[in-house]
Structures are given as structure tokens and as C-alpha cells.
């Protein structure tokens, strides 16, 4: 049996595998990661700097406890325990 050249398209198979590597990598290519930060997020770096200010009162009163010259005021404790309660 003889074969004709005719109609006959040579098929080379890792032609086709390159092709397909050469996609996917250009897909790949094509997505990119994108980060959006809310308005949110935004105040809630800027409430950090806040916190900052806090610290350090805090690290005042940590001191003074630590010392023995802190000494609270019971009557505005007591003022201010009762005006939170009082708007619950």
C-alpha cells in the first residue's frame, strides 16, 4: 500500500505542547494582583497613632502604680462609674 503525499499535514505533537505552555504562561502574565484598602482600614491606621498617645499615659500610670505615687481620686471614680451606668 502506498501513501500519497497528498492532503497530508505533517503534525508535529510537541509544537502543540509549546503552544500550550506558551498560553498558559501568557495568561498568567495577564492576571495581577490588585489591593485595595477601604476607608475602614485607612481610619483604622490612623487610630494607631492614637493608640501611640495612650501608651504612654499608660505607661505613666504603670510607672506610678510601681512607685506607690499614683493615687486615684475615689469620689471621680465614683462620679464617673455612675454617669457610665446611668446611660446604659
Known amino acids: 500500500m502506498k501513501i500519497n ?3 497530508h ?11 500550550k505552555v506558551e498560553q498558559a504562561e501568557l495568561q498568567k502574565q495577564k492576571k495581577a494582583d490588585k489591593v485595595e ?3 475602614e482600614a485607612k481610619e ?3 487610630l494607631n497613632k492614637l493608640q501611640e498617645g ?7 500610670l504603670k510607672a506610678a502604680v510601681e512607685n506607690g505615687t499614683y493615687k486615684p481620686d475615689a469620689n471621680k ?5 455612675l454617669k457610665f451606668y446611668r446611660q446604659s
Open 5 to 7: 503525499p497528498f492532503n
Open 9 to 19: 499535514n505533517p503534525v508535529n505533537p510537541y509544537k502543540r505542547q509549546e503552544a
Open 37 to 39: 484598602i477601604s476607608a
Open 44 to 46: 483604622m491606621q490612623s
Open 54 to 60: 495612650r501608651q504612654e499615659r499608660i505607661d505613666q
Open 77 to 81: 471614680t465614683a462620679e464617673n462609674l
